[in-house]
C-alpha cells in the first residue's frame, strides 16, 4: 500500500517542493511531481534555478521517451505518465490520478486557506480509504526539507 505523508503550513509551496525533490533526488529516489499545468510550468522554471551550485536533473512527461526514462524528476500533469516513479510528490489541489501505483506520495500543502482546505479534502480521502497518513507540520518544527 501507498505510503502517505502531508507536509503542511508550508510557507512557500514551490520553493519547499524544489528542496524536498533535491533531497529525494540525491538519496537515488526516482520521482515524479504533480500538479495543474500552470503550477508545473512555474515549479519548472524554479527549479532551473533555486540552486546556482547546483543542477537538480528534471524534464516534463512529455519530452522525448529516451530522456524521460534518464531523468530522475518528471514533471507531470498527470501522474499516470511516470509510472515508473516510486515517489509522487502533489503539488496540486486534487488526488493525483493513479496515486496507488507509487511507493510513496508526497502532499504539500501550503498555508493559504484553498490549499488549506483540499489538504484537508484529501487527507480525508485517503483516511477514509485506509491509508496510513504520516504528518509533518512544518509550522511545529520549523523544518524545511
Not at 551550485?53 to 524528476?73: G, K, N, Q
Amino acid at each position: 500500500m501507498t505510503g502517505i505523508a502531508f507536509h503542511f503550513n508550508v510557507p512557500d509551496k514551490l520553493a519547499y517542493g524544489c528542496r524536498l525533490v533535491r533531497k529525494a533526488y540525491l538519496s537515488g529516489a526516482r520521482i515524479a511531481v504533480t500538479a495543474e499545468p500552470a503550477l508545473l510550468a512555474e515549479f519548472d522554471a524554479l527549479l532551473w534555478r533555486f540552486s546556482p551550485a547546483e543542477f537538480v536533473p528534471h524534464c516534463a512527461a512529455h519530452a522525448l521517451s529516451t530522456t524521460v526514462r534518464a531523468t530522475p524528476i518528471v514533471l507531470a500533469a498527470s501522474p499516470a505518465d511516470c509510472s515508473d516513479r516510486e515517489v509522487l510528490v502533489n503539488l496540486g489541489q486534487g488526488i493525483p490520478a493513479g496515486f496507488e501505483g507509487f511507493a510513496r506520495l508526497i502532499e504539500v500543502v501550503s498555508m493559504l486557506p484553498q490549499d488549506v482546505q483540499t489538504g484537508r479534502d484529501r487527507w480525508k480521502h485517503y483516511a477514509k480509504r485506509g491509508y496510513d497518513l504520516v504528518r509533518h507540520d512544518l509550522a511545529k518544527t520549523g523544518a524545511g526539507a
